[in-house]
């Protein structure tokens, strides 16, 4: 019987390339270079310390530390081991993680050694039996504990429905809730993707995204090891570091964000980017205005892409053929995807296929909830198929608007502002109306001089009146989370008195 863990299948890769270069970290105050075979080790060497803290299959490991070449060997270690991996965002306060640890219960937790006084007594009161250190640089007690073992060399035997990763939503309604990840829901995934995007062991991946997070830890990470491609690891994301790293390099993952900074530095030209083979967005949806002015400054259509948390990802527009800017393009092989409600109307996006999680940690009457009778899961998001599959997005569906009775997805509003001269991006929202039951606001980020009111009547008059903004807010920058989603429910609160007075 074949070894259905995830691991399985990224050893035989190192295996068969021991030498080829995997991590080229790019930091000046830390040059490191590990190749598969250095990976394959370390990672063993994680597996040995944690299996000396009597850590065994099915076990939650909880981590919450900085990028670095041992916390990626971690995950893998972690991985081979049969240990349930929970990777959480380096920001959350002792309040969100005291959650997250009391959720998912973990025999051990991995935190930075300058959070270690303030978090450590707290986890132990919870019933953690370990909690240890690692650091950006790469050492700590966990590390020390490795040096002391010698490495586990095996893989354990996992079935594919066996849980490899509990990832935490971003909580933007109510508290986080875990999406239980199994190893066919990685594998499946990753082998799609390598393929769906042409990768070879040719390819050279820039990496610039954080590691707690479906995006730069799976998305990433796992579709370059599949080929054995040298991947240059970035602490994070700074412009002046990946133009200097782009010569190098054939692929780039990113956020939206990644690219609009990008195009802010004026010395980013065509010339930067013509040794790459292909530029991925997603995470949150790239702007029409930033698709176009990235093909105008360097001849690249970036390929936009969909997924979430629980499913991984979803829909992909195609490498080779029309990448359409505002669109997200066909479902993954092997992925379903349609839209509930009336035919040709925006409704919610279902997926089924072997991508989707298997619920939610200790939640099952939210896991009942995110799917269909059928078996769809139910995404949340809202979109439209077109005649030959390709899916638009319209954005959240708690995003949408009722006003008068009248739903109004903003999506369709903003389009029209952010191609405004003198608009650099805007974000729409509702919030409470006592005669509408919401009305419509827009926030706008101004780039240079903002248009004037009747710029703005003129731009939005293709629009229905129920579906125009009753007011403007200028602000300097949109409130972001750390994969660069706009935070809505941040704004609806800031202005939820806009229309005390009337």
Known sequence: MSNENFFAALKAVYDGAPDKPFLTLIDESRPCRLSYGDMNTLSAEMASSLFHLGARPGDRIVVQVDKSPENVALYLGAMRLGLVYVPLNTAYTADEVKYFIEDAGPKIFVCTRERHDELAHMAKEIGVEHVLTLGEDGAGTLRDTAFTVEPINVVEPRGKDDLAVILYTSGTTGRSKGAMLTHENLASNAKTLNALWGFSGEDVLLHALPIFHIHGLFVALHTAMLSACEILFLPKFDAGAVRKALPRASVMMGVPTFYSRLLGEKEFTKDDAAHMRLFISGSAPLTVEAFNAFEARTGHRILERYGMSEAGMIASNPLEGERVAGTVGYALPGISVRIAGENGAPGEVEVKGPNICAGYWNKPDKT????????????????????????????????????????????????????????????????HH?????????????????????????????????????????MDALPRNTMGKVQKQVLREEFKDAFKNG
């Open 368 to 431: 009942e909830e995110a799917f269909t009778e059928d078996g769809w899961f139910k995404t949340g998001d809202v979109g439209t198929l077109d005649g030959d599959g390709r899916l638009t997005l319209a954005g959240r569906e708690k995003d949408l608007i009722i006003a008068g009775g009248f739903n109004i997805y903003p999506v369709e509003i903003e389009q029209i502002l952010d191609a405004l001269p003198g608009v650099a991006e805007s974000a729409v929202v509702g919030v």
């Open 434 to 474: 006592a005669d509408m039951g919401e009305g419509v606001i827009a926030v706008i980020v101004a780039d240079g001089d903002p248009p004037d009111d009747e710029a703005l009547a003129a731009a939005l008059s293709s629009l229905a009146k129920f579906k125009r903004p009753r007011k403007f807010f200028p």
